[in-house]
């Protein structure tokens, strides 16, 4: 084994069950890696993101955090957030339940509570509402499907996609991923895919992503506290100054996510003053990475 070598973790994230939720890979120490290496390595593992930890900027925070897809570096996503704080708390690379991960998009603070991780999402905002016949074409629905006092909006904590609210769960399963036209509706407006749902039962939500450079995420962390919040907004689940809510994803893919949402309010009728999103992490494999650089 080369002295350059590095250890990868897979783990499955948004779950309780292993070979469900969202996949990611971590490797615990990006040092001296290029970025053209990293990127590299995203698309050999071929998950919806991989992860490289760092030595932190500030002394008091836990790790600086480098996440790629396939194609590209994000500042921010969810389900690597969360996947990686476990990963270090299982290898012993952080300490106590409540720490700072450093993200291109800024300080991540995440919490562990039972067998639950939890990250903090950076403000909210909304953005760019699309005409609801364009939406309904591009993932393959009739234009009725989706709730009609609803705007199809980008809303964004970080990373934006468009929200389209459906009429029931079916129809979410009914909808088609094609990437080309996903790309095509969401060209120029920044977003990185279209974040379908219904409502389904009380507090409970139905979701599906179809993304630009992915077919279809099985759990989207970094969108289901935009999600939360649009839902309120919307009035699709009940505005409360404590609103609980879980988000099943992935399950039409064979998948199954469960994203728990924790959003408080103030002052602000459409802005919450605190969202956080959590779940569960299960162990999946452990490795060694070749050296590369």
């Known amino acids: 084994m080369s002295d350059h070598s590095r250890q990868i973790r897979i783990v499955d994230v948004f779950t309780d069950k292993p070979l469900t939720g969202n996949q990611l890979a971590v490797v615990l120490d990006g040092r001296d890696l290029s970025q053209r290496t990293m990127q590299r390595i ?28 396939p194609g590209t570096e994000l500042p921010f996503a969810g389900h690597p957030t969360i996947g990686t704080a476990w990963v270090m708390v299982d290898e012993g690379l952080a300490k106590g339940p409540e720490f700072v991960l450093e993200e291109t998009v ?27 016949k364009q939406v309904a074409a591009t993932i393959g629905v009739p234009e009725d499907a989706i709730v009609h006092d609803v705007p199809a909006q980008v809303a964004s904590t970080g990373n934006p996609f468009l929200f389209v609210a459906l009429n029931d769960p079916g129809l979410v399963d009914a909808a088609l991923a094609d990437p080309a036209r996903v790309r095509k509706l969401l060209k120029g407006s920044g977003a990185h895919g279209v974040f379908l ?11 599906r992503m179809f993304a630009v450079d992915i077919v279809e995420d099985p759990a ?11 839902a309120v907004k919307y009035g699709l689940v009940e505005r409360n100054p404590a609103v609980k809510i879980v988000s099943e994803q992935g399950t039409r893919m064979g998948r199954q996510s469960f994203v ?8 602000s009728r459409d802005i919450p003053d605190r969202i956080e999103v959590g779940g569960g992490v299960m162990p999946v494999l452990s490795g060694t990475l070749s050296d590369f650089d």
């Not at 300080?107 to 699309?130: I, K, Q, S, Y």
């Not at 989207?220 to 649009?230: Q, V, W």
């Not at 728990?260 to 002052?267: A, F, K, N, P, W």
């Open 220 to 230: 989207t962390g970094s969108a289901s506290g935009p999600l939360g919040a649009f």
């Open 42 to 69: 995203a698309r050999e593992m071929n998950f919806s993101e991989t992860t490289f930890i760092f030595p932190p900027e500030i002394p008091t925070h836990a790790a600086r955090v480098r996440i790629f897809t």
């Open 106 to 132: 800024g300080p991540v603070a995440v919490r562990c509570v039972d067998e639950l991780v939890w990250m903090a999402h950076p403000p909210l905002t909304f953005g760019r509402v699309f005409p609801h």
């Open 197 to 207: 749902f219904a409502h389904n039962g009380n507090g409970r939500l139905y979701s």
């Open 260 to 267: 728990h949402i924790e959003l408080s309010y103030g002052d």
